[in-house]
């Protein structure tokens, strides 16, 4: 992969994310129990932050390192997927 590969890719994933976000909130309260959407709806905002914080914690250990680089994050990413 080059930049340009990477760009595009990581374009599309925002892409993905930001339509994600914007219709989950309405699909939780749609289907959530009544007495249990509050907890739902913070479990999923609780997600967003700690999603980000692990993603710089695990590009900085797995990008970092000299043995494997950022195109190995984005390959061990995908198997665990």
């Not at 997600?47 to 390959?75: D, K």
């Amino acid at each position: 992969p080059n930049y340009m590969a990477l760009f595009l890719a990581r374009t599309l994933v925002g892409v993905g994310e930001a339509s994600f976000c914007a219709l989950a909130a309405p699909f939780i309260d749609d289907f959530a129990p009544p007495g249990k959407k509050a907890t739902w709806l913070a479990c999923f905002y609780l997600c967003i932050p700690l999603g980000v914080a692990c993603g710089f914690m695990y590009g900085g250990v797995v990008g970092g390192s000299p043995r494997l680089g950022w195109r190995w994050a984005f390959a061990l990413e995908s198997v665990a997927m």
